[in-house]
């Protein structure tokens, strides 16, 4: 088996060399501060560009609530057990040698009329742009029976990767041969589209092999398989066959979190030995806060040649909190592809010029059927002058033929690159 | 590091609207390849695994990506790139790889 360091260390040296040729000049003439408060895809991304872009021009300060990132995209892989949380982690020590300020906190309140983020410590930080990457919350009030995060220790989510996924993975260990897992999914939009079926999939391969009796039940709240459905279904009906019972529009409302059991808005009840349930999403919390949530109480409209709030100007909002223009998912690639716009775009403004017109974003989400086998969904939006959106390039996009292991490389070297490119 | 108006010699046949965005984002074809960066690394200096694109010749480039067009690398050859390149205009390509074709190359890279 693969170890971390094989598996992180690949490539290092190419790092290296790109990392010395980075090194920001020591005191580059300063246009400005930014304040980024997240550091997953986008933020981090968002962080790491605006150094590089502005060649140190830029004070930027990074928020983060965790002491390492913890990858959502591969989590399904410590999920199914073949692959560790340290192989999906990395620090953020690269962003710090650019120059980068990274707080380990928490974003409590923006108040955007000083152009100010206060962190819970009481620390104040000034900004002349803020940059939100906070990712998704869960909406209170959508599942009864989950309103107190204590839930979440019996029942785990998962949707944030770290001890969540760790703590979902122990119990599929401690299930008896023979129990049911359980899994829920909300309406879409929700973070990552692919991603509750892959996670089906990781746990089918686990199950397969260390307890063939059990059984996996997928309450889907959608009308049916949100990406790659024909792909999805080919390794359901195909290595998994009779191990995975989906049930479409089945919409959890309650869940009793003792005997780990599930209602649907029809009244039909599920118990499981694991129950692993996806709540409804919205913005991160700090969103709120800053007054940004612009779309049904859930999202963030911005304005994609910048992705500056279009309520609050000078507040940038990046990957899972942005309301998503048509067909563009929520996924960490998409992030990061925000975040390079929203960089550019703002080191443009903070230097009195006009942003690039016609940006171009690209998507690709690579999920693993098994421990070596890879599907992929890509797509290139482009920018639409006419209505001020990103849109799908006609033509373009597409998905796998099948699942393979080629693409399996594809997927981890994917993986090592954006890492990479994101933190250092 | 940063490309200049050169780029403009290449547009030959461009889109009106790449040469009028190009005009006003003298960085467009930084941000236009900055999408590669995720897979290809930050400036085309890949991690292992995937194809370093820095310091390849934009003709080179250009190739490969018509090859992808047209399906002569398609199957084990062409998994997703086939699919990406039809996202993009042959111009903004071409401004694309000449960005990468100015980065210093990787060691030991092709």
């Not at chain 2, 250009?62 to 199957?75: N, P, T």
Request: proline share 5%; hydrophobic share 40%.
């Amino acid at each position: 088996m693969q170890t971390r360091r094989d598996f992180l260390k690949a490539g290092s040296a190419a790092g290296a060399l790109a990392a010395a040729s980075y090194a920001a000049p020591a005191r580059a003439q300063s246009v400005g501060r930014v304040v980024v408060v997240g550091g997953g895809y986008g933020g981090a991304t968002a962080a790491r560009y605006l150094r590089l872009w502005s060649e140190g021009r830029i004070e930027v300060t990074l928020v983060e609530r965790e002491p390492a990132f913890v990858s959502c995209p591969l989590s399904a892989l410590v999920v199914g057990g073949s692959k560790r949380i340290e192989d999906i982690t990395v620090g953020y020590e690269g962003l710090a040698r650019l120059g980068v300020k990274v707080i380990r906190g928490e974003a409590t309140e923006v108040d955007a009329e000083k152009k100010t983020v206060v962190l819970q410590s009481g620390q104040k930080l000034p900004y002349d742009r803020l940059v939100l990457s906070p990712g998704i919350d869960f909406i209170p009030g959508e599942v009864a029976g989950l309103d107190d995060p204590k839930a979440f220790d019996t029942v785990p989510h998962a949707w944030h990767a770290g001890p969540q996924t760790v703590l979902l993975r122990r119990q599929l260990e401690a299930m008896k041969d023979g129990g049911v897992y359980v899994i829920t999914i909300p309406l879409a939009p929700y973070r990552c589209s692919p991603a509750p079926y892959e996670r089906v999939c990781q746990v089918a391969w686990y199950f397969q092999k260390r307890k063939p009796k059990s059984k996996i039940i997928v309450l889907d709240a959608n009308e049916e398989i949100q990406a790659e459905k024909a792909l999805f279904q080919a390794v359901w009906n195909g290595p998994y066959k009779g191990m995975i019972e989906y049930r479409p529009s089945n919409d959890v409302k309650e869940v009793d979190v003792a005997t780990r059991t599930t209602v649907t808005d029809l009244g039909d009840k599920q118990q499981a030995d694991v129950l692993n349930v996806i709540p409804p999403q919205r913005a991160g919390a700090i969103a709120g806060k800053a007054g940004v949530i612009s779309v049904n109480q859930r999202w963030c409209q911005v304005d994609w040649l910048t992705l500056e709030s279009v309520v609050r100007p000078g507040i940038h909002v990046l990957g899972d909190s942005a309301f998503p223009a048509s067909v563009m998912p929520k996924s960490g690639h998409m992030a990061n592809q925000h975040a390079k716009t929203a960089a550019a775009a703002i080191i443009e403004l903070m230097s009195g010029r006009a942003p690039n017109p016609a940006p171009m974003m690209s998507n690709t989400c690579y999920s693993f059927v098994d421990d070596k086998r890879v599907i992929h969904v890509t797509s290139t939006h482009a920018y639409d002058a006419a209505e001020k959106t990103m849109k799908a390039v006609p033509g373009s996009g597409g998905t796998s033929a099948t699942a393979s292991e080629l693409e399996g490389r594809y997927g981890f070297a994917w993986a090592r690159n954006i890492w990479a490119d994101m933190l250092g | 590091m940063r490309l200049f108006v050169t780029g403009l010699a290449l547009c030959v046949g461009a889109h009106a609207a790449l040469a009028q965005a190009q005009a006003q984002d003298a960085n467009l074809a930084r941000n236009l390849a900055a999408a590669c960066f995720s897979c290809h690394g930050t400036d085309g200096h890949a991690q292992s695994g995937m194809a370093s694109l820095a310091g390849r010749p934009q003709a080179e480039i250009m190739r490969i990506i018509g090859e992808f067009r047209s399906g002569a690398r398609s199957g084990e050859q062409g998994t997703l790139m086939p699919q990406l390149v039809k996202g993009y205009t042959d111009a903004q390509m071409a401004l694309i790889a000449d960005y990468f074709s100015r980065q210093k190359p990787v060691q030991g890279a092709p």
